[in-house]
């Protein structure tokens, strides 16, 4: 998000492409509804600048300069503690990640956003709930009873 800039975001295909992104590849990402809602609402009230990222610090002596990486972690740090929450910018990842298997997304798909070389890499950040299992599980066995009641 640090290096996001605003000529790589397709409000009307609703997607972001990422330039050298995570194992320094490109790919694109798509936008919810609610996050382009909200990038709009933000983007309405940014301050003005020269700068091409999206992201700005918004106090200090670095105020309408592009944030870094450390400093969005540091907010998320900040927004955490003040919450008692424990959250951190790659748990959001693997929540994503996670959030999306259990919506029955396929895991290459997962791979693909993620920007994962490797299935096992995916495979490993992203917790199948107790719900997917139960439910792969209860498809299965409607599968297998149909085909034995039939033999």
Known sequence: MANLTLG???VKRRRIYVENGKGAKD???YISDDALETLGAYLRV???SRAKKV???DKGVHRGKPISVRGIQK???YYAKKTGL???CHHLRHTM???LLNAEADLVTIQDLLGHTRIKTTQRY???SNLKVQRDYFKAMETVMRRTAGS
Do not use: G, Y
């Open 46 to 48: 940014r301050p003005r």
């Open 75 to 77: 907010r998320i740090e």
């Open 27 to 29: 790919r694109v990402v």
């Open 86 to 88: 424990k959250v951190s």
């Open 97 to 99: 990640a996670t959030q």
């Open 126 to 128: 992203s917790k199948v």
């Open 8 to 10: 790589a975001i397709d």
């Open 55 to 57: 992201f700005l610090v």
